[in-house]
C-alpha cells in the first residue's frame, strides 16, 4: 500500500488517480476530506507525531503492508499563513513523516519539495539558464526554507539508514486543465511570470514523476526539478531573456519554447517525460 499525505489537493488528487491507474493499492491523508475519495481516508494532523505514525500503521484494518509514503501535505505556499507557522508546520510534518517512516521500516518516500528553493522570485538572478540542480539553494521566504530543510533532512535520514530512498521532488507551480484558460492573461507583461522563469507543471505530469519515483532503484536522498517541457508564454526564451534577465549566462543552447527549469535530470534518471501542455489542452 502507498499512502499519500495531502490526498486532497491537486498533486494529491492526481497521484491518487495515477498510482490507482496502475494498480497501486492506496490510502489518503489531509485535514480535508475531498468530496469525492476513491480511497480509504483518513484525517490526520501529521505535526503531531502520534497521529503520523498511527496513520501509517494502526488507524484500522484499511491500512496495512505500508511500502511507500508520498508525502505531499504542506502548507502549499507563501503568505498563506505567517512565516513562523508556514515554516513550523512544514518542517515539523516533513520530519514526521521522515521519522514514522524510518521507525516503521518504510524505505521508499517521494515528497515534495519546490521550484521556490531554487531562488524565487528571482529577484537576484540565478547563476545560469537554465536552471538545474547543480547550484545550492537559494530560498527567499520562510516557505522556501522549509522545503530546503527538508532537503537537508532527507540527506540525514538516509545517512542514519543506508537502505532508505527519499526522492525530493521540486515541482514547479502545478496546474489543473481548467487552470489553461488563465494563461492568455500572462502574455501581455512577460513580468507576470518571471518569478518562476514561466514555469508550470500539469498534476498528471506532477503525479506520474511521483509514480516513477517510487518505482526507481534510487537509494539515498536525492533531489529532481519536475516541470513542463514548454513554458507559459507565447513569446519565445531569447525575447523574454532579452527583456527580464539580460545579464544571466546560458549554461547550454535551449529551444525556443523549452522549460527554462531543467528536466534533464529527471528524464535521464527516473525516465520522467511530461505527456500534456497547456497548448494542446487549452483548446479542449
Not at 499519500?4 to 494498480?23: D, F, P, Q
Request: charged share 25%; aromatic share 10%.
Amino acid at each position: 500500500m502507498i499512502i499519500v499525505t495531502g490526498g486532497s489537493g491537486k498533486a494529491g488528487r492526481a497521484c491518487i488517480e495515477e498510482l490507482l491507474t496502475h494498480h497501486y493499492e492506496v490510502a489518503s491523508v489531509d485535514l480535508i476530506r475531498p468530496p469525492d475519495v476513491p480511497v480509504p481516508f483518513s484525517r490526520v494532523e501529521l505535526t503531531d507525531f502520534g497521529q503520523t505514525i498511527a496513520a501509517f500503521s494502526q488507524i484500522d484494518d484499511r491500512i496495512r503492508n505500508v511500502t511507500g509514503i508520498v508525502h505531499l501535505a504542506a502548507i502549499p505556499a507563501p503568505g498563506l499563513a505567517t512565516n513562523a507557522v508556514t515554516f513550523a508546520t512544514n518542517t515539523i510534518s516533513t520530519y514526521n513523516v521522515f521519522e514514522a517512516a524510518r521507525q516503521l521500516g518504510i524505505k521508499n518516500i517521494v515528497w515534495a519539495s519546490s521550484e521556490t528553493v531554487l531562488g524565487l522570485p528571482f529577484d537576484t538572478p540565478p547563476p545560469y539558464v537554465p536552471i538545474d540542480e547543480e547550484y545550492p539553494g537559494r530560498p527567499e521566504s520562510a516557505y522556501s526554507l522549509s522545503k530546503l530543510v527538508g532537503e537537508e533532512m532527507a540527506k540525514q535520514f538516509c545517512r542514519w539508514d543506508p537502505e532508505l530512498k527519499i526522492i525530493g521532488l521540486r515541482f514547479s507551480n502545478i496546474m489543473e486543465p481548467h487552470d489553461y484558460a488563465r494563461f492568455s492573461g500572462f502574455q501581455d507583461d512577460a513580468g507576470k511570470r518571471k518569478w518562476n522563469f514561466w514555469g508550470y507543471i500539469d498534476a498528471r505530469d506532477a503525479a506520474q514523476a511521483v509514480r516513477l519515483s517510487l518505482e526507481s532503484n534510487i537509494k539515498g536522498a536525492d533531489v529532481f526539478i519536475i516541470a513542463n517541457a514548454d513554458t507559459v508564454m507565447e513569446r519565445d526564451n531569447e525575447s523574454l531573456l532579452k527583456e527580464l534577465f539580460p545579464t544571466v549566462p546560458h549554461k547550454r543552447s535551449f529551444g525556443p519554447y523549452e522549460t527554462l527549469l531543467a528536466i534533464e535530470k529527471a528524464r535521464k534518471i527516473l525516465g520522467y517525460e511530461p505527456k500534456y501542455n497547456w497548448r494542446t489542452q487549452k483548446s479542449r
